[in-house]
């Protein structure tokens, strides 16, 4: 396999991408509902410390994958179950993503259509960047990062008439249970998410850049998030925001200036769009790479086409209905991917620690 290597400014811009994803359409911490704003500074904070986990994680072992570092800490065997865990968790969180696109284009888009279609539109996209490489969607993701926080810039401009900040109050009405539970609902989807660049990080072999990416993508995509939660509740009132599927869809839908700027969801729709076309291509390339690391394959590449469409399929029959995504977004997905997110890369830092105590650990 041909060596592949990014900057620094092109893995920040994937990254924030992928964290941003499909949250800026969907929101953050609905359980919080006026409050979500509190919960999502609170769950920024927190992911710094899970994210600094991750770094600690990957600056041992440089130039090496998630599974490659399972494989030198614990065993070929226990190493290679672990790697089948994430490999499932990463295809599954790719699915889950692309039906969130499917169900978007075809409650709000295109209602007449399939939903297949879109999904698998999009999935044949993510299955060509991931396939040319990392180079090639690392590029991508500068440009559209570029573009997004362009649009985002002028739509909150465009929606300071509409704003009532009066919606913010009363805040804490409901005391602090809701909220915390919004901001944990909120570190598991999009923040540690993260983990699944840790699928990706052979092509960033320098230690100081892991730490610099990692947490400068979470403030930065933190900023945006928190930014839009707040336009969502001033447009919205916190009375309706947590029982809307696409809040940020419907609040600027409302903009109207002198009857001229107008309609403009579409913009919002290209947000979007591109946000989850970084997340699935992101998820791809890893579950990618963990199959071949598991049969010992010397090209990603070679899966890549295989894993998208049994992505694309998973993503089809995973839910039966909008209200299914809803409920399982809301209600179980944070403690389904727990496991992934902070058990596993936890028990691997104490490993970790263990082994260079013990001067046992081997990085190559």
């Known amino acids: 396999m041909r060596k592949e290597t990014i900057s620094f400014v092109e893995a920040f811009s994937m990254l924030t991408m992928f964290i ?49 570092i399972f494989e030198l800490l614990f065993g070929k065997i226990l190493g290679n179950i672990l790697t089948i865990l994430y490999i499932w968790y990463f ?137 839009i939660a707040l336009r969502n509740l001033f447009v919205l009132g916190g009375s309706v925001l947590g029982s809307l599927y696409f809040p940020a869809y419907l609040a600027v839908s409302k903009i109207n200036i002198g009857d001229f700027i107008q309609r403009v969801e579409g913009s919002v729709s290209i947000v979007f769009a591109a946000g989850i076309f970084v997340k699935i291509s992101l998820c791809l390339l890893a579950a990618s790479n963990g199959i071949a690391k598991l049969f010992n394959l010397k090209d990603y590449r070679s899966v890549v086409i295989q894993t998208g469409l049994i992505m694309s399929y998973l993503a089809y029959f995973i839910y039966d209905s909008i209200m299914e995504m809803s409920y399982w977004a809301t209600k179980i997905y944070k403690y389904y991917a727990f496991p992934f997110q902070i058990i596993i890369p936890v028990i691997m830092l104490i490993v970790i620690e263990i082994k260079v105590k013990r001067n046992k650990l081997k990085t190559n």
Not at 42 to 66: M, N, Q
Not at 141 to 154: A, D, E, G, H, N
């Open 91 to 227: 295809l599954h969180l790719g699915s889950l993503v692309m039906r969130n696109f499917g169900e978007f284009m075809n409650t709000l888009a295109m209602p007449e259509t399939p939903i297949f279609v879109p999904m698998m539109c999009i999935g044949i996209l993510c299955i060509w960047v991931v396939k040319s490489g990392i180079e090639v969607l690392a590029r991508t993701s500068k440009v559209l990062f570029i573009t997004c926080i362009v649009v985002i810039i002028i739509i909150q401009f465009c929606t300071i008439p509409i704003l009532d900040v009066s919606n913010i109050k009363p805040m804490v009405e409901n005391g602090w249970a809701p909220i915390m539970d919004g901001a944990f609902s909120t570190i598991s989807f999009p923040y540690a998410e993260s983990i699944a660049f840790m699928g990706a990080l052979y092509c960033i072999e320098k230690k100081n850049l892991v730490y610099k990416i990692y947490i400068s993508s979470v403030v930065m995509a933190g900023i945006f998030i928190i930014v």
């Open 20 to 68: 941003m994803g499909s949250t800026l359409i969907l929101g953050a911490a609905p359980e919080a509902k006026r409050d979500t704003w509190i919960a999502i500074i609170i769950a920024t904070l927190a992911s710094i410390i899970i994210v600094s986990a991750y770094s600690k994680i990957a600056t041992t072992f440089p130039g090496k994958t998630i599974f490659d």
